[in-house]
């Protein structure tokens, strides 16, 4: 198992460097593609109404651009994964792994 030099696990929280990245729903998809080159980051957390409502990763800008969504009138909230997965951040990343590998997160 990883630890973190003194044998323990390493935990999910020992992992995170600040707050997310968040972007409002109604956000056009251009404002999420600026987010995430201007940060160098792969995914924003989308907020509605000061809540949680979804991701948009990489993976879900490349989807929309190909479905040929024009990225100025598209919404974060159109184009945001809302069933989202989550662990404590005293979770193990061995833990964490294997929640992704179980549901198939990439």
């Given at each position: 198992m990883i630890g973190n030099g003194g044998g323990a696990p390493v935990a999910v929280g020992d992992l995170i460097e600040g707050p997310a990245a968040v972007i409002e729903s109604t956000a056009?998809?251009?404002?999420?593609?600026?987010?995430?080159?201007?940060?160098?980051?792969?995914?924003?957390?989308?907020?509605?109404?000061?809540?949680v409502a979804g991701v948009i990763s990489e993976r879900d800008v490349v989807w929309a651009l190909a479905q040929g969504a024009d990225p100025d009138e598209i919404w974060a909230g159109d184009v945001m994964t809302r069933d989202l997965m989550?662990?404590?951040?005293?979770t193990s990343i061995h833990d964490a792994a294997v929640v992704m590998?179980?549901?198939?997160?990439?």
């Open positions: 056009p998809l251009s404002a999420v593609i600026e987010t995430l080159g201007d940060l160098g980051i792969g995914l924003v957390v989308v907020m509605n109404d000061g809540a989550t662990v404590e951040p005293s590998r179980d549901q198939h997160v990439r």
